[in-house]
């Protein structure tokens, strides 16, 4: 699995931010969207295209456009929706899916309650958004359901990651076709789960309710 940390000051002035526990929701999506399609440029370095003739106005010349199919962008319920107009702000003809996951709290396994994706996702490079990597279990099964439907290769962007959860996608994708591009890497979770130093509840950040 390739991990990149983007090594920004404009990445480290907005994550700065957001972290602060005195930003307002409607700041904070705001510096996410922005943050995001700082992330989204490294991201889809590798994104698939093809050349394309097209006509200036002085002459025709060739230029570059995406392959078919196109990318597909899946930002995981609900805080991921949060990063969804940062992405596309970059990839406005990628096609969005949604994906829900959630932690059955008595068996501990992942759960799928919700999904609106392409049954066939064969020769698809995918997108994957999720605020948060802490212990690393939901995103794990985000990237095998959708590698199990065909995906290409899946890139997972998140603002902040725990050394305990990327450890658990190493171990877990390792040889599989993922990459993970980072804000920033913290010191470790607490005993609750937590990002620490974080910035809390990304979900509850952004829109300003308890899900």
Known sequence: MRTLVV????????LTVLRDVRTPSL???????????????????????VPVEIETPVTRTVG?????????????????????EGMIRLVPTAEVGFLGMARNEET????????RL?????????????PMLATGGTLKEAVRFLLKR????????????APEGLKV?????????VSLVLASIDERLNEKSYIVPGLGDAGDRLYGVAG
Not at 171 to 176: A, I, N, P, S, V
């Open 7 to 14: 090594d920004h000051p404009l990445v480290a002035h907005k």
């Open 27 to 49: 700041v904070f999506r705001k510096l996410t969207e922005e943050l995001v399609t700082l992330l989204a440029y490294e991201a889809t370095r590798d994104v698939k295209t």
């Open 64 to 84: 570059t456009a995406f392959a078919k199919p196109t990318p597909l962008v899946v930002p995981i319920l609900r805080a991921g929706l949060g990063m969804l």
């Open 108 to 115: 501990l396994d992942i759960i799928t309650y919700a999904e």
């Open 118 to 130: 392409p049954e066939d996702l064969t020769g698809r490079q995918v997108f994957v958004l999720d």
């Open 150 to 161: 065909g995906a290409e290769s899946v890139t997972c962007l998140c603002l902040l990651a």
């Open 169 to 177: 996608l190493e171990d877990e994708l390792d040889g599989l076709p």
